[in-house]
Nanobody, 123 residues
Framework: EVQLQASGGGLVQPGGSLKLSCAAS????????IAWFRQAPGKEREAISC????????YYADSVKGRFTISRDNAKNTVYLQMNSLKPEDTAVYYC????????????????WGQGTQVTVSS
């Protein structure tokens, strides 16, 4: 059974940091790019960061560039998203997803999805 388990969300003050984890199982993790998407209430789901299967290529949306860092540990079948300088507009449910494409940016290119973890940035 394919599973993507996102964790690490929570409530944080503006300017604070969180580190999300996405633990994968049930498929050949090393063959898949992993992305983080987020969806805020009333908004479409957006891709905010992606890392290739090897970890050599990454993508960041302009809204998070310079503040978020994606990384992966293929030995642990886990991808991380370090989020710094968080803003209220970062509040959303964050999902991780897996794709057989290189560094895709559209949701339709992702075969497997996790359940999401809530991130709330508020004072």
């Amino acid at each position: 059974e394919v599973q993507l388990q996102a964790s690490g969300g929570g409530l944080v003050q503006p300017g604070g940091s969180l580190k999300l984890s996405c633990a994968a199982s049930g498929f050949t993790f090393d063959d898949y790019a992993i992305a983080w998407f987020r969806q805020a209430p009333g908004k479409e789901r957006e891709a905010i960061s992606c890392i290739s299967s090897s970890g050599e290529s990454t993508y960041y949306a302009d809204s998070v560039k310079g503040r978020f860092t994606i990384s992966r540990d293929n030995a642990k079948n886990t991808v991380y998203l370090q989020m710094n300088s968080l803003k209220p507009e970062d509040t959303a449910v964050y999902y991780c997803a897996a794709s057989g494409w290189e560094v895709p940016r559209t949701a339709s290119q992702y075969a497997y999805w996790g359940q999401g973890t809530q991130v709330t940035v508020s004072s």
